[in-house]
Nanobody, 115 residues
């Protein structure tokens, strides 16, 4: 079955850290660019947070998370990651992993940052 499954979300205090995981199955994960998006409650559109090339050599981040978040991947383990440090209440959202060229989305994982 072709799918992405996120995990690792939760409730954390401002300044804390979380590590999100995205487990891929049913396709050759290592062939594709992977991204993380987030959508805050009440927002109509999802925000692109970070992107990583198929072999992991190239990454890019939204200005709002640069220096705090790190995207990475383990192609052998078919898993992507988003390490989030120095979290702020504005980071509260549902986080989704996404494979753009396959238009594949996970179900999302909730991240809540309390002040």
């Amino acid at each position: 079955q072709v799918q992405l499954v996120e995990s690792g979300g939760g409730l954390v205090q401002s300044g804390g850290s979380l590590r999100l995981s995205c487990a891929a199955s049913g396709f050759n994960f290592g062939y594709f660019r992977m991204t993380w998006y987030r959508q805050a409650t009440g927002e109509e559109q999802r925000e692109l947070v970070a992107t990583i090339s198929p072999v992991g050599g190239n990454t890019d981040y939204a200005d709002s998370v640069k220096g705090r978040f790190t995207i990475s991947r383990d192609n052998a383990g078919k898993t992507g990651y988003l390490q989030m440090n120095a979290l702020k209440p504005d980071d509260t959202a549902v986080y989704y992993c996404h494979i753009p060229s396959r238009n594949l989305w996970g179900q999302g994982t909730q991240v809540t940052v309390s002040s």
